[in-house]
T-cell receptor
């Protein structure tokens, strides 16, 4: 059973461009969480999704950030008009019905 | 609201020495507690978790942690560390129910020296 997949592993964008981060959960997992890790800080919760539904987006910035988890395909975290402060590692985690979350390797976003 | 405090940002130890990484939490509801390990440029791996039952929890790689409700602590211990244990360790809490989002501490960098 493959683990949580994230791509790309590294992403470089210039200010003002869009960033799309993808997360494929483990087989059989219908819950996806996104977290952001800023340099020398712990992970901060961003959004919790189930298939086709956003359950909790209390950690998402109000503007430029959006997330989806369609019926088919990976979960997408989209950042529009990126700024230097968006540079961070973005981690996706998936879980089955219970509460153990399995983390992907992360996408490291660098905004020039 | 929940919060997690990891009291030490860095812990240097010598190989084969014991180690304790401290974690305190605050929450107004019952919690589930976790310790994760992160190796450089990798994702997080679950070391152990406390959901209910025995307050002494054993995890992978010889780690264990004890849940102390009165002190709101969940300290991680290992009796004898190896060079390969060098990594960042994160304590996390969730309240369960229908939303298991994790609240993390800022992490403790454990460095094991020969």
């Amino acid at each position: 059973n493959a683990g949580v997949m994230q791509n790309p592993r590294h992403l470089v964008r210039r200010r003002g461009q869009e960033a799309r981060l993808r997360c494929s959960p483990m087989k059989g997992h219908s819950h996806v969480y996104w977290y952001r890790q800023l340099p020398e800080e712990g992970l901060k919760f961003m959004v919790y999704l189930q298939k086709e539904n956003i359950i909790d987006e209390s950690g998402m910035p109000k503007e430029r950030f959006s997330a989806e988890f369609p019926k088919e395909g990976p979960s997408i975290l989209r950042i529009q008009q990126v700024v230097r402060g968006d540079s961070a590692a973005y981690f996706c985690a998936s879980s089955p019905v219970d509460n153990e979350q399995f983390f992907g390797p992360g996408t490291r976003l660098t905004v020039l | 609201a929940q919060s997690v405090t990891q009291l030490d940002s860095q812990v240097p130890v010598f190989e084969e020495a014991p180690v304790e990484l401290r974690c305190n939490y605050s929450s107004s509801v019952s919690v589930y507690l976790f310790w994760y390990v992160q190796y450089p440029n990798q994702g997080l791996q679950l070391l152990l978790k406390y959901l209910s039952g025995s307050t002494l929890v054993k995890g992978i790689n010889g780690f264990e942690a004890e849940f102390n409700k009165s002190q709101t602590s969940f300290h991680l211990r290992k009796p004898s560390v190896h060079i390969s244990d060098t990594a960042e360790y994160f304590c996390a809490v969730s309240s369960g129910g229908s939303n298991y989002k994790l609240t993390f501490g800022k992490g403790t960098l454990l460095t094991v020296n020969p």
